[in-house]
């Protein structure tokens, strides 16, 4: 079934649907990520997290692979939901910014799609504090391919 022949939900349906899901990917567990918020139409996902003391490093601060991990997790979300779960993205290459440090705790993610065609797709993600504060800043180029369980 292809995207254009699967019936499209609503981004409520859709939302709920990976809220409830029971497949979750453990290491979306890890990171302690909710999808939050999500458009179809516009090709952006909002995710929160959870962020565990055990991802900081010896100053405090959460460790910049963990950043990265939460900014590349919602940027894959976004294209498997803007595909209507028929494709995933695994990513060619990312660059990230860290902006401010991240201190363990509630941290938030927004993902959107800036370009996905037949051989690669766009994205760009930021990362918030509790607070609201911009704490880093990812590009993410990724090669769209069928959504599939190994």
């Not at 899901?21 to 995710?47: E, F, H, I, N, Y």
């Not at 590349?72 to 209507?84: F, H």
């Amino acid at each position: 079934m292809t995207e254009e022949t699967r019936p499209r939900v609503s981004d409520a349906e859709m939302l709920a649907r990976f809220q409830n899901s029971k497949k979750r990917p453990p290491c979306s567990d890890t990171l302690g990520m909710r999808l939050a918020a999500l458009s179809q139409d516009d090709q952006w996902v909002r995710m929160e997290f959870d962020v565990s003391p055990s991802f900081a490093n010896p100053t405090g601060a959460v460790q910049g692979g963990f950043i990265s991990a939460m900014l590349d997790e919602a940027m894959s979300t976004a294209v498997i939901i803007a595909s209507n779960v028929t494709m995933t993205a695994p990513t060619l290459e990312m660059k990230t910014s860290y902006l401010k440090r991240l201190m363990p705790g509630k941290a938030s993610v927004e993902a959107r799609i800036l370009r996905l065609g037949k051989s690669a797709c766009f994205m760009e993600a930021e990362c918030f504090d509790a607070e609201g504060a911009l704490v880093a800043k990812a590009t993410a180029t990724a090669i769209p391919m069928p959504f599939k369980r190994l």
